[in-house]
C-alpha cells in the first residue's frame, strides 16, 4: 500500500495526467459530436457511435502511460526509487496499478461525456443503456483504457527514452496493427489475433450495441474470440508484455 501511494503522489503531482484527463474527454467528444451531429435517418446515431472517438482518447492515455515511466528516466528519479526499494518488481507492479486506476477513471469520464454529449444532440435517438451490449459498449471504454495504459508502461519500461515510446505506441496503434491485414495471404489471419482488434471485438462485439456499430461506418473486429474471451486476451498479453519489461528492468542498470 505505501508504494502505491508513493506512486500515487509522484503520478498525480505533475501536470501531465490532469492535461492527458482533458485531452482525452475534448478529443473523444469532439468528434463524438461531429459524427453524431451528422446522423441521419439511414445512418442512425446508436449507443456504438456516441464511442466513435474513444480511440483519439486511447491515443492520449498511451502517451500518459509512457511518459509516467520515460520522464523518471528522463530525470533518474527511477534510480532514487530503486535506491530507495530494492524490489523493483513491486515498484514497477504499483506503477503499473496506479497508472491503470487513473486511466480507468479517465476513460470512464471519456465514455461517459461523449454519451451524454450525444444525449443532448440527438434527443430524439435511441441512446438508452438497455442492453448488455450497451453498457458494455459505454462502461468498457474505461477497461480498455485501463489495460492499454499497462501496455504504454511496458514499452515505456522497455525504450526509456519518451520520444521513441511515444512513437512506437502511436505508430502501432494508430496505423501499423490496421496495416497488418495488408500482408499477401496471411494478413487477416494474423490481424484477427492482434492485441487492439479483440480489444474492439470486447467493447463492440458483432456490432448489436443499439442495432449495430456499423451503423455508421465503426468499424467492427475481425477476432475470433466472443467479447469476454477477447477482454481476456487483451488484458493477458499486457500482463505478459508488462512480465517481459519488469524483468528486462531487473537485469539492466537503473
Not at 1 to 13: D, F, N, P, W
Not at 49 to 77: C, D, K
Request: proline content about 4%; hydrophobic content about 55%.
Amino acid at each position: 500500500m505505501t508504494l502505491l501511494a508513493v506512486e500515487r503522489i509522484k503520478l498525480l503531482s505533475t501536470r501531465s495526467p490532469w492535461w492527458c484527463a482533458v485531452a482525452s474527454i475534448v478529443l473523444a467528444g469532439s468528434f463524438t459530436a461531429l459524427v453524431v451531429g451528422s446522423a441521419t435517418d439511414e445512418f442512425p446515431a446508436t449507443v456504438a457511435v456516441t464511442q466513435y472517438g474513444y480511440q483519439f482518447g486511447l491515443a492520449v492515455i498511451m502517451v500518459l502511460g509512457a511518459l509516467s515511466v520515460t520522464t523518471e528516466y528522463r530525470f533518474n528519479t527511477i534510480r532514487t526509487t530503486f535506491q530507495a526499494v530494492p524490489n523493483r518488481t513491486a515498484v514497477l507492479v504499483a506503477k503499473a496499478v496506479v497508472v491503470a486506476l487513473l486511466a480507468l477513471l479517465i476513460g470512464e469520464l471519456t465514455a461517459f461525456s461523449s454519451w451524454g454529449l450525444s444525449l443532448v444532440l440527438a434527443p430524439e435517438a435511441d441512446l438508452a443503456l438497455d442492453s448488455t451490449a450497451d453498457i458494455v459498449n459505454v462502461a468498457g471504454v474505461g477497461v480498455v483504457f485501463a489495460v492499454a495504459a499497462v501496455i504504454a508502461v511496458a514499452v515505456g519500461l522497455l525504450v526509456r527514452h519518451s520520444a521513441g515510446a511515444i512513437s512506437l505506441l502511436m505508430i502501432y496503434t494508430l496505423a501499423a496493427e490496421s496495416m497488418v491485414q495488408l500482408i499477401p495471404e496471411i494478413g487477416d489471419d494474423v490481424y484477427k489475433w492482434l492485441p487492439f482488434n479483440t480489444a474492439q471485438k470486447f467493447l463492440t462485439g458483432d456490432g448489436e450495441s443499439s442495432g449495430g456499430a456499423a451503423a455508421m461506418g465503426m468499424p467492427l473486429s475481425t477476432s475470433p474470440l466472443s467479447p469476454g474471451w477477447a477482454l481476456a486476451y487483451f488484458a493477458g498479453f499486457a500482463v505478459v508484455l508488462l512480465f517481459v519489461a519488469i524483468v528486462t528492468t531487473n537485469k539492466r542498470d537503473a
